[in-house]
């Protein structure tokens, strides 16, 4: 099965900040990455998703995510973070070699963005 | 288009109670899915459908059953409840093929006491 393992439960940083949210896959081939936005009492919003092409992602919202294959990562990053990016983040993988599309989630990144 | 809907969006239900949780999609997806949210898990795969009159078990699958009677509905039911089962649940659906956004619709909160 394919494993998501998101480094850090909550991060805090300052309005206008850098965020920095990480995310590490375990798989021998690369899967699908998909980042997912969880504002409070609402479902999941993507943010972004890597496929093939460019290794570089840019989502809503000013996101964007870099896929490394030698560090099987997919950090979600934005410049300067800004009072409505408050929400929880989830980092997901889809095994290439599946036919169902099932996603595998991590546990999840509370982002807290102080004034 | 309404996306993802789901009803009820809070339960409160006793133990031993049954219940049954909606989620329709206007989407024409062929896949549809339900997940749990429990703090510090993420979300898990309860059951799946991969079309209509298909279903198929998830991760965590004990105590819960579904149904796909209509491509656009996706049913999940728990015949006796357990306060183990108190979360909140997420209705997903898409196309299908890899690599394809999972669209979600916005939960159902359950407590069971």
């Known amino acids: 099965a394919q494993s998501v393992t998101q480094l850090g439960s909550h991060v805090s940083v300052s309005e206008g900040a850098l965020v920095l949210l990480r995310c590490n896959y375990s798989?021998?081939?690369?899967?699908?990455l998909f980042w997912y936005v969880q504002y409070p009492n609402q479902g999941l919003q993507l943010l972004l998703k890597y496929t093939s092409a460019a290794t570089l992602v840019k989502g809503i919202n000013g996101f964007e995510a870099e896929f490394k294959k030698s560090e099987t990562s997919f950090h979600l990053t934005k410049p300067s973070a800004h009072m409505s990016d408050a929400a929880e983040y989830f980092c997901?993988?889809?095994?290439?070699?599946?036919?169902?599309?099932?996603?595998?989630f991590g546990r999840g990144t509370q982002l807290t963005v102080w004034p | 288009n309404a996306g993802v809907t789901q009803t009820p969006k809070f339960r409160v239900l006793k133990t031993g109670q049954s219940m049954t949780l909606l989620c329709a999609q206007d989407m024409n997806h062929e896949y549809m899915y339900w997940y749990r949210q429990d703090p510090g898990m993420g979300l898990r795969l309860i059951h799946y459908?991969?079309?209509?009159?298909?279903?198929a078990k998830g991760e965590v699958p004990d105590g819960y059953n579904v149904s796909r009677l209509k491509k656009q509905n996706f049913l999940l039911g728990l015949e006796s409840a357990a306060p183990s089962q108190t979360s909140v649940y997420f209705c997903?659906?898409?196309?299908?093929?890899?690599?394809?956004?999972?669209?979600f619709g916005p939960g159902t909160r359950l407590l069971v006491l």
């Open positions: 459908s991969v079309g209509e009159g298909t279903t």
């Open positions: 997901a993988v889809s095994a290439r070699g599946s036919t169902l599309g099932r996603l595998y």
């Open positions: 997903a659906s898409s196309y299908g093929r890899v690599g394809e956004t999972q669209y």
């Open positions: 798989s021998s081939v690369p899967p699908y």
